[in-house]
């Protein structure tokens, strides 16, 4: 399935991140702390960290509420502990 997002639309600049750096975006959005998320993608903390500085920068946002909320906005839902864009 292809999801089409013009550019306009809150996912778009969430859609340019690397698939690596939206398993972080995912995981930070659903609240998941840096070791609960390394664990889970079997990296270390300091590998989160890093991502999340880069996501941060991507996307220029401040914090992980920021982040939450465009994920929000973006109509990210969790659906059995992953994150996926509902129309």
Partial sequence: M???IND???AAEILKLSYREFQVFCAIACGEGPQETADKL???VKTVSTYRARIMEKLQLGSNQHLALMAYRANF???EGEMELTP
Wanted: positive net charge; hydrophobic residues 35%.
């Fill in 77 to 79: 839902t969790r659906v």
């Fill in 2 to 4: 292809k999801i089409v």
């Fill in 8 to 10: 306009s639309h809150p």
């Fill in 42 to 44: 079997g990296i270390s």
